[in-house]
């Protein structure tokens, strides 16, 4: 009887050292997020108008700003952290980051891994070159030519499909830089991002050489799958009260120059 007593009585032991399950094991990333009072979100801080930094070195922009208004809805705050664009989605992958907001263009590629809010702006691209580029006249003549874009964007991938060669950067004015010095042909980029810097630059010996036929979808990425079902809900239930109070539109009408991008284009079905 006292070794029946002394082996349950160890069993109870070892079973009370083991880890059992509580309600904070069965949080969400929804309820952390709001458990912590904080929502961790990644951007480049390098791209403006989209995210940059001002003359008083404050990270600005339209995706800082809907960000913000973002996290208010959630009732949590905005924290931002400034990251290379090729290490972003790894950094989603790995947890650093709860969201990305960095005028992210949706493909159904990336959506395969990652979660995708609802459109909060629509985005055309343009093809750039230097102001005396006369051969270079439509995307089908970047054919053998060299692009300068970032690494894995929507716009090193547009530039190749169209047979370029793409030359990775960090940031616009690199490119821009290694564009007027005769080192690349070409560059992919944001018609707002061009007009931002000609704005700023008048004189810069660069022009628009064409206009791709098609916009694209900006959209926050999240991570996938069911422990992110209720943040990425609630993010979209976010944005649909933004775009009725006309938060976002105000906003791409003062970051984008009285454009306002939140209007989805004319697909003329």
Not at 11 to 20: A, D, S
Not at 85 to 102: C, E, K, P, Q, T
Not at 122 to 134: K, M
Not at 243 to 268: Q, W
Request: hydrophobic share 45%; with cysteine; aromatic share 10%.
């Amino acid at each position: 009887m006292k070794r029946v007593f002394a082996l349950t009585l160890a069993l109870v032991m070892v079973l009370g050292l083991m880890h059992i399950p509580s309600l904070a094991d069965e949080k969400d990333m929804l309820a952390r997020i709001q458990e912590s009072g904080k929502m961790v979100i990644a951007m480049e801080g390098v791209w403006k108008p989209w995210t940059y930094h001002d003359d008083d070195d404050e990270l600005v922009g339209f995706d800082v700003e809907v960000a913000k208004a973002v996290a208010e809805k959630l009732g949590v705050e905005a924290v931002f952290e400034e990251c290379p664009w090729d290490s972003i989605f790894a950094g989603v992958d790995a947890g650093r980051y709860d969201i990305v907001f960095n005028g992210v263009d949706y493909t159904e590629e990336r959506a395969e891994k990652f979660a995708f809010s609802a459109p909060y702006a629509y985005n055309y691209a343009v093809l750039i070159v230097r102001a005396d580029e006369e051969d270079i006249k439509s995307f089908e003549d970047l054919d053998g030519k060299y692009s300068a874009n970032t690494m894995s964007s929507t716009y090193a991938e547009l530039a190749e499909s169209f047979g370029a060669t793409n030359v990775g950067i960090d940031d616009f004015d690199m490119t821009i830089e290694l564009l007027t010095t005769k080192r690349v042909d070409a560059t992919i980029n944001a018609e707002v991002s061009y007009i931002d810097y000609m704005t700023s630059r008048p004189d810069a010996p660069i022009k628009i050489a064409a206009k791709y036929n098609s916009a694209t979808s900006v959209c926050a990425v999240m991570p996938k799958g069911d422990d992110s079902a209720s943040f990425v809900s609630a993010v979209n239930a976010a944005l649909e009260e933004l775009n009725s109070e006309g938060v976002i539109s105000a906003l791409s009408v003062r970051y984008f120059f009285g454009s306002d991008l939140t209007v989805a284009p004319d697909t003329g079905e």
